[in-house]
C-alpha cells in the first residue's frame, strides 16, 4: 500500500478522538490537514510503511499537497509518537496552502513543525505559514522560499538547535536576495506548539486561568506576527 492510497483509506478526526493528542485536537478543529487510519487488516507486503502500520496500529498521515498532488507525507503514531517520513519531493508542510491571492513579497512565516505550523494557524488561518519539519534544509529548499517570495520571518524553536539553524537560515536566504526576520518565542516557551497544548488544555478545562495565560500568550504572537503582515 502507498501513502497516497493510505490517505485515501483514512478517516477524519471524530470527537472520540480529539484529545489523544495536539495533533488530533488540531486536526479535529481543521488547523491541518491530517487523518488517521487504524489497522483492520493484515498487509502481505513487506515494506517499511506496511510494517510501520502493523507495529504501530493507529496512525495519523499528514501529508504534503502541492497543486492536488500529494508530494509526501509524515506518518506519526498516535499512541507512541514514533515517525515514519515519505518524501517524494522536498517540500515543506502547507506550502501548498498559501492564500490564493498569496503573491511574490508577500510574507512567509517558517516554523520547525507541524504541531508550531498549527499554533499559527490557530491565531489565524488567513497566516501564510509552513513547517520546514526539520532543521537541516537543503540548497534545493533555500531555493524554493526565495522563488517564492523574498519576505521571510522566521519563528524559531527556543533551543540550541533551533538558534543555530536560525543563523544558517537568515546567511543563505539572505545571499538569495530574501529579507530575513525574526520573532522569538514568548518568554521560555520552547516553541509555538505549547500554546497548541494551551488550547487543548483550555477546550478541554474550560479553566478561566488557563483562558487568561492563553489570551496573554496568543496576544503575543498576533501582535509580531501583524507586525510584517500590515
Not at 505550523?117 to 509552513?130: C, E, F, N, Q, S
Amino acid at each position: 500500500m502507498t501513502t497516497k492510497e493510505l490517505y485515501q483509506k483514512a478517516s477524519e478526526i471524530t470527537t472520540s478522538l480529539k484529545f489523544k493528542n495536539k495533533y488530533t485536537w488540531a486536526a479535529f478543529h481543521k488547523l491541518i490537514n491530517a487523518r488517521v487510519f487504524t489497522l483492520n487488516e493484515a498487509f502481505k507486503n513487506q515494506t517499511p510503511l506496511n510494517d510501520f502500520v502493523k507495529s504501530n496500529g493507529s496512525i495519523m498521515i499528514f501529508p504534503t499537497i502541492v497543486n492536488g498532488k500529494m508530494t509526501g507525507s509524515i506518518i506519526r503514531s498516535i499512541e507512541n509518537g514514533a515517525i515514519l517520513k515519505y518524501k517524494s519531493v522536498n517540500m515543506p508542510y502547507g506550502i501548498g496552502k498559501l492564500r490564493k491571492d498569496f503573491k511574490y513579497g508577500d510574507p512567509i512565516f517558517i516554523v520547525e513543525g507541524i504541531a508550531d505550523y498549527a499554533a499559527i494557524k490557530l491565531l489565524g488561518k488567513d497566516i501564510d505559514v509552513v513547517a520546514m519539519q526539520t532543521v537541516e534544509i537543503s540548497h534545493a529548499l533555500y531555493e524554493l522560499y526565495s522563488s517564492v517570495t523574498n519576505n521571510i520571518i522566521l519563528i524559531p524553536d527556543n533551543d540550541e538547535r533551533g538558534q543555530s539553524a536560525v543563523k544558517r537560515m537568515k546567511y543563505k536566504l539572505k545571499g538569495l536576495g530574501v529579507n530575513v526576520n525574526v520573532i522569538n518565542q514568548y518568554g521560555m516557551m520552547k516553541d509555538t506548539g505549547e500554546l497548541l497544548e494551551l488550547a487543548m488544555m483550555v477546550d478541554r478545562t474550560d479553566s478561566s486561568s488557563l483562558k487568561e495565560e492563553l489570551a496573554l500568550i496568543a496576544s503575543y504572537y498576533r501582535h509580531q506576527i501583524n507586525l510584517y503582515r500590515s
